[in-house]
């Protein structure tokens, strides 16, 4: 059983920063595949990264390639998200996620098995 509490989150111009982090408890996180989840109201949840096992394997929705970047810290039992060139749309609750299963790195909602309660961003224009 893995717990998940993201942290982060505000109320940020457009064009700013803001960096999201994911504490997750149990001595198993570094074997888990770790992703970012964002969901707009009225919208489906939606894959925003995700980090393989080991750290080195990444992957990123096209809408936030290079101003998003994913790093976890095994140390810390932390995920983090750094958000740059902040966009309105880019508002959402975002959710980090851990896969039980590493094989292959999972862009799907459904194939997370553990989730954290969300953290608000709000990008104004």
């Known amino acids: 059983q893995v717990q998940l509490v993201e942290s982060g989150g505000g109320l940020v111009q457009a064009g700013g920063s803001l960096r999201l982090s994911c504490a997750a408890s149990?001595?198993?996180?570094?074997?888990?595949?770790m992703g970012w989840f964002c969901q707009a109201p009225g919208k489906e949840r939606e894959f925003v990264a995700a980090?393989?096992?080991?750290?080195?394997?990444?992957r990123y929705a096209d809408s936030v390639k290079g101003r998003f970047t994913i790093s976890r810290d095994s140390a810390k039992i932390t995920l983090y998200l750094q958000m740059n060139s902040l966009k309105p749309e880019d508002t959402a609750a975002y959710y980090c996620?851990?896969?039980?299963?590493?094989?292959?790195?999972?862009?799907?909602?459904?194939?997370?098995?553990?989730w954290g309660q969300g953290t608000q961003v709000t990008v104004s224009s």
């Open positions: 996620a851990a896969r039980r299963k590493t094989t292959t790195l999972s862009t799907s909602k459904t194939e997370y098995d553990y």
């Open positions: 149990g001595r198993t996180f570094s074997s888990y595949q």
């Open positions: 980090m393989g096992s080991t750290g080195i394997t990444t």
